[in-house]
């Protein structure tokens, strides 16, 4: 019906040819045949007036381009159309809509044919990224948790929400030097205080340095040597001066609360 404008300029006349070439034929009227695929890539009184009537789709001729390229690289019939896509339609009447946006995905993304660089890159740049919202941590443990209500919390999750300094001097060294500790009674508590340590912070504790920490719900320390005495009144003086208390216990509150799988009441394992 009229010449084409992109994505080349070519006459009327030459895609009738076109058409004719690849195995159409080629009508001066929408009416003489049924079906009738009528091709146009601007307004002009005939075409605006089969728009008005709105019961002819109006194809753009880079349809037709597109099919017969398409028909090279696939090596098909030359009978072979591509299905009708979005960006192929000067005019689609209400009835075609929906079966024609279906030949695309969302982004306008083509099922059935090869896109070029170019038109890709119009495609991603046309995709709008949402933000994702952030991850909330704490939202997600407490969702898992009441869908678990009548179950046992899991191991990593049982010192969650609690935050812990362990007194005791080990924390500072690493196995190797642990193991060569000569007094085996020091050791044996140096080794304990270590992998409570690594127990704890598995089991979702904050450990920190500071004894002075307003977030600070617990004190765990050792108990067998003068220094872990000693140590312990610095901290029960430190405790006397806080508003918010830490709960002071030994190491056996935290071996004992994996043990079983949940967190033991801290009076019992309250420092002498």
């Known amino acids: 019906m009229t010449d084409s404008l992109a994505p080349v300029r070519k006459s009327k006349s030459e895609l009738e040819q076109m058409v004719k070439a690849n195995g159409g034929k080629i009508f001066q009227s929408h009416t003489a045949a049924d079906p009738m695929i009528c091709v146009a890539d601007k307004r002009t009184v005939k075409v605006a007036s089969l728009q008005k009537l709105g019961t002819v789709n109006l194809i753009h001729p880079s349809w037709l381009l597109d099919s017969i390229k398409q028909n090279e690289v696939d090596g098909r019939p ?15 009447t209400e009835e075609t809509k929906d079966d024609i946006t279906k030949n695309v995905d969302r982004y306008g993304d083509s099922y059935t044919r090869d896109v070029s660089a170019e038109e890709l890159k119009k495609i991603l740049d046309s ?48 196995l190797v030097s642990l193991s060569q500790v000569p007094d085996g009674a020091r050791r044996d508590v140096a080794m304990r205080a270590f992998l409570v340590a690594q127990t704890v912070r598995f089991g979702g504790a904050k450990l920190v340095d500071d004894l002075q920490s307003e ?27 806080r508003k918010k208390q830490p709960r002071i216990v030994t190491l056996e509150w935290a071996e004992q609360s ?15």
């Open 258 to 272: 994996w043990a079983e799988g949940t967190l033991l009441d801290e009076e019992r394992f309250v420092p002498i």
């Open 215 to 241: 977030e600070l719900t617990h004190v765990i320390i050792g108990m067998s040597t003068e220094a872990n005495s000693a140590d312990r009144s610095r901290v029960k003086r430190i405790r006397e001066q």
């Open 78 to 92: 030359s009978s072979y159309i591509l299905p009708l896509e979005p960006r192929y339609m000067f005019f689609s």
């Open 127 to 174: 995709i709008s990224m949402k933000p994702r919202r952030s991850f909330d941590a704490t939202r997600f443990k407490q969702s898992l948790l009441e869908d678990r209500a009548d179950q046992d919390v899991p191991k990593g999750w049982l010192f969650s929400d609690l935050v812990v300094h362990i007194d005791h001097e080990s924390l500072s060294s690493d």
